[in-house]
């Protein structure tokens, strides 16, 4: 084979492997911007099913809180918002708490109630969260969420002049904060509790 012929052999395979290398960048961009659409989907589901869920309790909205002495009538707008040391979300939702509250200073009341077994475990978890300089109940026997009805952690109970007007679960950091900024954008309807025909907001259990 000629030098020439040679030369024209090593430039058509050139030729092709740079056409080759072409095709597989352009399906690899295809590929990455089929990818890029599907995160974006799966995004926008996650944030739209991350919302607090509605709870169904044994009081009724417009009862009293069963614990006037923690949130009563002089505390105005509350979000009592019932933890646990052994509920490995509790953590990070509790962790939101103290920015929270400083954005809400003055217009809402955010109230942790932790629940632990012995001293040490609850201090560990307060300490861990940021919650100590926080508004909160240490609750070691249970008693104030089994007085409520509430047994799921982590849970938020939205009480109006200590009256129960809305409960929810909130499992993440997000919905916490989501809960909150409702509540913040809608401060009449959101917060009175329907008196008329002592309608439930928060449903019986069946």
Known sequence: MSLAAAGGVAVGTLV??????????TLQGLVLIEMVKQVAQ??????????????????????????????????????????????????????????????????????????????????????ETGLSDQRLVLDERRDIAQRAGIGVRPAALIVSRGLMVEALAVRTAHQLESLVDRLMSDERSSWEPERAGHQSLVTQPE
């Open 42 to 127: 799966l995004r926008q589901r996650v944030d739209l099913d991350d919302e607090p869920a509605p709870l169904s309790l044994g009081l009724r909205a417009g009862d009293e809180f069963p614990r006037p002495e923690i949130v009563g009538r002089k505390d105005g707008r509350s979000v009592i918002l019932f933890l646990s040391t052994g509920c490995l979300s509790c953590k990070a939702v509790a962790a939101a708490v103290p920015a929270l509250s400083r954005r809400v200073t003055g217009r809402l009341t955010l109230l942790s109630v932790v629940e632990g077994h012995g001293d040490r475990e609850l201090a560990e978890f307060v300490r």
């Open 16 to 25: 092709v492997v740079m056409v080759l290398l072409a095709i597989l960048v």
